[in-house]
């Protein structure tokens, strides 16, 4: 089965996430690529991933992708931006997932449900919906969803690809549930 290359990178900051991209965006990167090579918004990073032959939308994912891994939920956003109103279901998880860091977390469930309308069945959205509302929303909707989650994981029965994932994912949200509120709560900057 072919793994397309931002999925390692999503799959890392979510426990194992394996789903492919919607479709090529590469009709979303044209002029806005060249404006930002023209700005120097997109630097010798990209000149790198050009270099390993992905495509525009692959580009843009890892760079996304590694800014949120290493903490910069802003930067992360400011380059998923020009792609928002053709955003993949990919795109809105990393969105999600750069509010949530940020703090945002109207903005991240938006984001989640987002993913989940353009692919239902998107695993690590719905896991990361879960986390969410599990952790900083709806307690009621976070049970709902881990039902869900759990259904899905017994239907398994250790045979699907994503079952680690599932596993994990059920876990976590678990775990989120059990919290008390005050480890929920966001730190103070």
């Given amino acids: 089965m072919f ?7 999503i799959g890392a900051l979510l426990a194992g996430t394996a ?7 590469s009709a979303q990167v044209g002029g806005v690529q060249q404006q930002q090579f023209e700005n120097g918004f997109l630097t010798a990073t990209t000149a790198q991933l050009g270099a390993q032959n992905l495509t525009g939308a692959e580009i843009y994912i890892r760079r996304a ?3 949120l891994s290493e903490g910069d939920f802003k930067r992360s ?9 053709t955003a993949s279901y990919t795109d809105m998880l990393i969105s999600g997932l750069a509010h949530k860091g940020l703090g945002d977390y109207a903005a991240a469930r938006k984001d989640y449900e987002g993913a989940l309308h353009k692919r239902r069945n998107y695993l690590a959205a719905q896991i990361a919906l879960a986390e969410l509302e599990a952790g900083h929303g709806d307690k009621a909707a976070a049970l709902k ?3 869900d989650l759990n259904a ?3 239907a398994c029965a250790g045979t699907c690809p994503d079952q680690a994932e ?5 876990d976590r949200v678990n775990a989120a549930l ?4 005050s480890a929920q709560a966001p730190s103070a900057p």
């Avoid at 793994?3 to 990178?9: G, I, V």
């Avoid at 059990?178 to 509120?181: E, M, V």
């Fill in 152 to 154: 899905r994981h017994d």
């Fill in 77 to 85: 956003l400011a380059i998923l931006r020009p792609y928002r109103l």
């Fill in 145 to 147: 969803l881990l039902q």
């Fill in 65 to 67: 992708v590694d800014a």
């Fill in 178 to 181: 059990l919290a008390p509120a």
């Fill in 3 to 9: 793994q397309h290359p931002a999925h390692t990178l």
């Fill in 166 to 170: 599932l596993a994990s994912g059920v």
């Fill in 19 to 25: 789903a492919l991209l919607a479709a090529p965006a």
